[in-house]
């Protein structure tokens, strides 16, 4: 009797979960499918995405020209997870991705992972007006139409709804996986929304990022090598109008070399004239955001601008924290700092990204293993910044969106 009463409320949850599906999506065709990662059809998949993304018209928008580059790369299809011979992995089956507002690229590259891992997806993408996003999404479109990807286009789906919670209550308690983009309370409200006993949550939430510049390092040859930094700098910085997380807003300067500092920041005001739209707009949030730092922070000094380009804040001896300093558009707070081992102070639990000119990597490995740090998922040299990856914010993604299966 147990037996049966049991097998009547998974055929009840088979239901719910098709109802709720249709409801979504409105597809009597769609369902959950499970494969290996990184097969086949799902890297032929972005293959195709990116070439037909570069049929669009996207020179005027450097997130997307990016994410073509980012979709050829080899090194993101590499599955470095060796498993025994003993072992199989197959995806968790139906991952709810929930993205930034703030940010329009951010989706696809959720999206893409979750691909990427052998799952079903449903993702819901940025509800404001993005052009990048319209061109992800008709992209996608286009791709979804090849006859070869047809399991796919039943298995995955983009909704944009602002705010209505009954829709997310109830893709949540499908979910075998949910990944949360976005602030800390969004991310607290949204944890808050039951997900299945077996479904797993990863969280990205709010980080801050920061640049170390190693004034001492430079050649003799340092006209040339700040040409490059500052370049490296700017798609760091400017790429996502310094609203990613993993954008620098702090520039730590370890030495005194006040001229080779000043010609950096001329340097990096020559490229930005030339790659960077600066409209009435930016150009407003920009100055505003300005002036609201230094009334409320009493821990900055003076400032310089170089026209609406770039703006420069200098902190003073009191500064402790950064956690929540945040630039806009051009924005840079920064400070001089003797050598490596007086960041400690600045870094935090919410320290996501560290950007790096002259540093030695057995020094930095040293400093992360000697002062018993809590925070920094990641540091990379100055222009690799913004290259979102599997291992992002301390996860392994496509190892945590999959599951092993041990056979004896």
Not at 222 to 241: Q, T, W
Not at 360 to 380: A, P, Q, T, W, Y
């Amino acid at each position: 009797m147990e037996e049966l009463k049991s097998l009547k409320l998974e055929v009840v949850a088979m239901l719910d979960k098709k109802k709720i599906l249709y409801e979504i999506t409105k597809n009597k065709n769609f369902n959950i499918n499970v494969s290996e990662p990184y097969n086949e059809i799902s890297i032929q998949f972005i293959k195709d995405f990116s070439n037909q993304l570069r049929k669009q018209e996207i020179l005027k928008y450097p997130d997307l020209i990016y994410l073509t580059f980012w979709c050829a790369n080899k090194k993101i299809f590499e599955n470095k997870n060796f498993l025994s011979e003993n072992q199989i992995k197959v995806g968790r089956g139906l991952i709810f991705h929930i993205c930034p507002s703030n940010v329009p690229t951010n989706f696809i590259y959720s999206f893409f992972f979750g691909l990427l891992s052998g799952n079903s997806n449903i993702v819901k993408i940025p509800s404001k007006v993005f052009p990048e996003k319209d061109i992800i999404i008709n992209t996608i479109n286009k791709i979804f139409k090849k006859k070869k990807y047809l399991t796919l286009k039943n298995s995955n789906f983009f909704l944009n709804y602002d705010k209505k919670i009954e829709k997310t209550k109830k893709i949540s308690s499908i979910c075998d996986a949910r990944v949360i983009w976005g602030g800390d309370n969004t991310i607290n409200e949204i944890r808050k929304i039951w997900i299945p006993e077996r479904a797993i949550e990863l969280t990205f939430s709010d980080r801050y990022s920061f640049s170390v510049i190693n004034l001492n390092k430079f050649t003799k040859n340092k006209f040339d090598e700040i040409k490059v930094l500052a370049k490296k700098f700017f798609y760091d910085s400017y790429m996502m109008n310094q609203a990613a997380c993993n954008s620098p807003h702090f520039i730590f300067w370890i030495g005194k070399n006040t001229t080779t500092k000043n010609l950096f920041w001329e340097e990096l005001n020559n490229v930005v004239k030339k790659k960077f739209i600066l409209d009435e707009k930016i150009a407003i949030d920009k100055y505003t955001h300005l002036i609201k730092s230094m009334i409320d922070q009493k821990n900055f000094d003076n400032f310089k601008m170089f026209q609406n380009n770039i703006y420069i804040i200098d902190s003073n001896k009191y500064l402790n924290n950064i956690e929540d300093i945040r630039g806009k558009n051009g924005i840079f707070y920064q400070k001089n700092i003797n050598n490596i081992q007086e960041l400690k102070k600045y870094i935090s639990k919410k320290c996501q990204t560290v950007t790096y000119f002259g540093l030695e990597k057995d020094d930095i490995k040293s400093f992360i293993l000697n002062n018993n740090l809590f925070g920094v998922d990641r540091i990379v040299p100055i222009g690799k910044g913004l290259e979102i990856g599997p291992i992002w914010d301390g996860y392994d993604i496509i190892k945590s969106l999959s599951r092993i299966i041990s056979i004896e």
